[in-house]
């Protein structure tokens, strides 16, 4: 059993960055592709980013690309999402994803693993 757990949420104002992370316990973490998604208030979860098991390919939503960066450290089990020029449509509960498959697969249906989630709020 795989257990994700992120930190690293929080209030900021537009403009501002965040750095979000997910620990990673049982399993095999490096063999794993590893996904962020998010969810809105009403809205259904979306794709945010994603990184392979070798750190080699990597994943973007369009609305985030070129602001957000995924990265990952397999001898600390823990994947990485720095989110730079926060604007308030990136408010939302972010959630880390484990793919044991691997792949690079957007849908959240193709993720076996979830965190609790962690809150974004982006102020005007």
């Known amino acids: 059993q795989v257990q994700l757990v992120e930190s690293g949420g929080g209030l900021v104002q537009a403009g501002d960055s965040l750095k979000l992370s997910c620990v990673a316990s049982g399993g095999t973490f490096s063999l794993y592709t590893m996904g962020w998604f998010r969810q809105a208030l009403g809205k259904e979860r979306e794709f945010v980013s994603l990184?392979?098991?070798?750190?080699?390919?990597?994943n973007y939503a369009d609305s985030v690309k070129g602001r957000f960066t995924i990265s990952r450290d397999n001898a600390k089990n823990t994947v990485y999402l720095q989110m730079n020029s926060l604007k308030p449509e990136d408010t939302a509960v972010y959630y880390c994803a484990a793919n044991t498959l691997g792949g690079m697969m957007t849908m959240a249906r193709a993720y076996d693993y979830w965190g609790q989630g962690t809150q974004v709020t982006v102020s005007s």
């Open positions: 990184i392979t098991w070798s750190r080699s390919n990597t």
